[in-house]
């Protein structure tokens, strides 16, 4: 029988300094797990939060905790189910054409000076993905999502 797969993202909060990086994907290499995406969010006072999606047992997925939180580098790690209704992102597009109907609860900003509009989504993962696909539909490409951690 194989244990059933759930995506998640892991936010761990490390040391800016060299090696951090490459800590992190060491941990989730040596166990056969790769990434949906990786990205680096905020860094500042010589700390940064890695967003790491994946999918994995929820065993493995509390193992690869584990392992994270005994890294040197690591100062602490979050991790949470990618379908949790508190996971909230951003995504900025170029292209959107027309009127944008965003899912429940995602917010529409439009800015067109100096350059391509850019249009910025904000709001909980599961809509801003489906405003995405949307607009992808009708010709928008993704420049950017990035996944915000949990508050």
Not at 94 to 107: F, N, R
Not at 116 to 119: E, G, V
Not at 135 to 151: C, D, H, K, N, S
């Given at each position: 029988?194989?244990?059933?797969?759930t995506?998640?993202?892991?936010?761990?909060?490390?040391?800016?300094?060299?090696?951090?990086?490459?800590a992190l994907?060491?941990?989730?290499?040596e166990?056969?797990?790769s990434?949906?995406?990786?990205?680096?969010?905020?860094v500042?006072?010589?700390?940064?939060?890695?967003?790491?999606e994946f999918?994995a047992s929820e065993?493995l997925?509390?193992v690869?905790?584990?392992?994270?939180?005994?890294?040197?580098v690591?100062?602490?790690v979050?991790?949470i189910?990618?379908?949790?209704?508190g996971?909230?992102?951003?995504?900025v597009?170029?292209?959107?054409?027309?009127?944008?109907?965003?899912?429940?609860?995602?917010?529409?900003?439009s800015?067109?000076?100096?350059g391509?509009?850019?249009?910025m989504l904000a709001?909980?993962?599961?809509d801003?993905?489906?405003?995405?696909?949307d607009?992808?539909?009708?010709?928008?490409?993704?420049?950017?999502?990035?996944?915000?951690?949990?508050?």
């Open positions: 029988m194989t244990a059933v797969s995506r998640w993202f892991a936010f761990v909060e490390v040391d800016d300094r060299a090696g951090a990086s490459s994907t060491g941990v989730f290499s166990r056969g797990v990434f949906a995406s990786i990205s680096t969010l905020d500042h006072d010589g700390r940064g939060t890695v967003c790491v999918t065993r997925a509390h690869l905790v584990r392992t994270l939180e005994r890294l040197a690591v100062r602490a979050v991790l189910r990618a379908d949790d209704a996971v909230g992102a951003v995504a597009l170029t292209g959107v054409v027309g009127d944008v109907e965003a899912g429940p609860g995602v917010t529409v900003h800015h067109a000076a100096g391509a509009p850019i249009t709001g909980p993962l599961t801003v993905r489906a405003t995405m696909a607009l992808r539909g009708r010709g928008a490409v993704v420049e950017a999502l990035t996944v915000l951690p949990p508050r």
